[in-house]
């Protein structure tokens, strides 16, 4: 059954309530997948190789299963997702949410280096970067169906509801992994069989978004695609690099690297430099990224709602100026507060606004401006190729960082790139159209 290309008025109705709850379920599947590795893996990782490593060692090997992942993203974004351009969003997300369930219950049945050898952490490297490939692909198919069954008064909530994932996949991995501490008990138990636990349920994610999408159906455009023959469907990566196109590639590549340099930097440098660094207790700076992540998800759908009313463009704008003026000198104060012994209380409430305000325009109007700037022909395959080629650059955030502290003090340096990407998101938005208007369902170029 082929549903026709009319998106009904309201904000979840019959027709996008299947299509917005698989795409959500795919925004917090890929965070969970990337963010498993550095919560799991660490107090498990001698389960995979010998302990008697030297802790440099260990620490790089964690390290690389996150990056071995996050290199399959682009894999994914850029090979998998214009499938689902020639095919159909459904048929994509279909095959990317069963490759990710076999993918994470065949990591969470592994042996240990003590049944296999070296080939245990082999093995695990390569299921995490086919893991990455299949949850970046999955979002390029989810993402465009979810919006493109939304009415334009609706897209700006529904973009926000679905710009929240992230969001809410950090925190359930948080939850998951210290209920499977609990469940442990103790560190030995944890390291032999407390690990897998996450990975279960990342498997049962899988499942949940799979049997999410069966309950969707393709627009009539993508089912007379595939009753053409195979020859004649053309392959769209193709025309998102064309001379016609990409001219968006490039404007949405750079407002995205923004959101990524933000992405990466403002939760991850956070505990990294108040603990490592700094020497900050632990539990007060999970408390600042717990009460920031809430924030986010208040603040974004706030966001969704209001650059309905005052266009995305203009509110990326001004959320990129908000990076600028706003975020950057309070991270600062942030910083300045944890080096000089400042009140628990300041570090509190001002990581809590950075946290929140740095990342909120990104969820709450990046991801639906993104989807509303590619035509329905070539909209999977444009969105795949910057949101997982974005990831790249910014993932390499703490060699920069290092190279910034030949000029500056090292707990600064983060403000460089935070500054950089407000520079970013505000150029990217300033150079691009208002698009809340934009006709999703009509192709550039009909068959």
């Known amino acids: 059954m082929a549903t026709q290309a009319v998106a009904q008025e309201g904000v979840f109705t019959a027709e996008n309530r299947g299509p917005v709850a698989a795409g959500l379920v795919s925004m917090i599947l890929q965070t969970y997948d990337i963010s498993l590795p550095a919560l799991v893996l660490p107090a498990a990782i001698t389960y995979f190789i010998p302990a008697t490593l030297p802790p440099v060692v260990q620490a790089t090997i964690v390290t690389l299963t996150g990056v071995v992942s996050t290199l399959g993203n682009p894999v994914g974004g850029v090979g998998l997702a214009p499938f689902a351009d020639r095919v159909g969003r459904r048929t994509l997300m279909l095959i990317t949410n069963i490759g990710y369930t076999v993918i994470a219950a065949a990591i969470a049945l592994l042996p240990g280096y003590a049944a296999w050898g070296y080939w245990s952490i082999g093995l695990l490297l390569f299921l995490r970067f086919c893991n990455g490939v299949f949850a970046a692909s999955s979002p390029a198919g989810a993402i465009p169906m979810a919006l493109e069954r939304t009415s334009k008064r609706a897209r700006g909530i529904i973009g926000a509801v679905l710009g929240i994932g992230p969001t809410c996949g950090v925190l359930l991995l948080s939850l998951i992994q210290n209920g499977s501490l ?177 990342l909120s325009f990104y969820s709450g109007i990046g991801l639906t401006y993104l989807t509303e700037r590619y035509p329905l022909d070539i909209r999977a395959a444009g969105f795949g190729a910057v949101y997982s080629l974005s990831t790249i650059i910014p993932g390499f955030s703490s060699f920069y960082l290092l190279a910034l502290r030949a000029f500056m003090p090292y707990q600064y340096t983060v403000l460089v790139l935070v500054a950089i990407a407000g520079v970013l998101v505000t150029w990217g938005a300033w150079a691009g159209p208002e698009t809340k208007d934009f006709d999703m369902l009509t192709p550039a170029n009909p068959s």
Do not use: C
């Not at 440098?269 to 990224?289: C, D, K, M």
């Not at 709602?305 to 950057?328: D, S, Y």
């Open 182 to 358: 609990g469940i442990a008990g103790t560190p030995a138990a944890f390291v032999q069989w407390g690990w897998r636990l996450p990975f279960w349920f990342g498997a049962l994610l899988g499942i949940v978004e799979t049997f999410l999408t069966l309950r969707t159906h393709d627009l009539d455009y993508f089912t007379q695609q595939q009753q053409q023959p195979t020859h004649r469907r053309r392959f769209t990566l193709v025309e998102v690099f064309s001379r016609k196109n990409i001219g968006i590639f490039a404007q949405t590549m750079i407002m995205y690297l923004g959101f990524l340099f933000l992405a990466v930097n403002i939760p991850v440098f956070i505990p990294t430099l108040f603990i490592t660094y700094l020497h900050q207790p632990p539990a007060e700076i999970t408390t600042v990224l717990t009460l920031g992540s809430i924030g986010v998800l208040i603040l974004a759908l706030v966001l969704g709602a209001w650059a309905q009313r005052i266009g995305r463009r203009r509110g990326l704008i001004i959320g990129g100026l908000t990076t600028l003026v706003i975020v950057t000198p309070l991270f600062g104060w942030m910083i300045f507060a944890g080096s000089h012994h400042g009140s628990p209380a300041t570090i509190l409430i001002l990581g809590t606004l950075v946290d929140a305000i740095g």
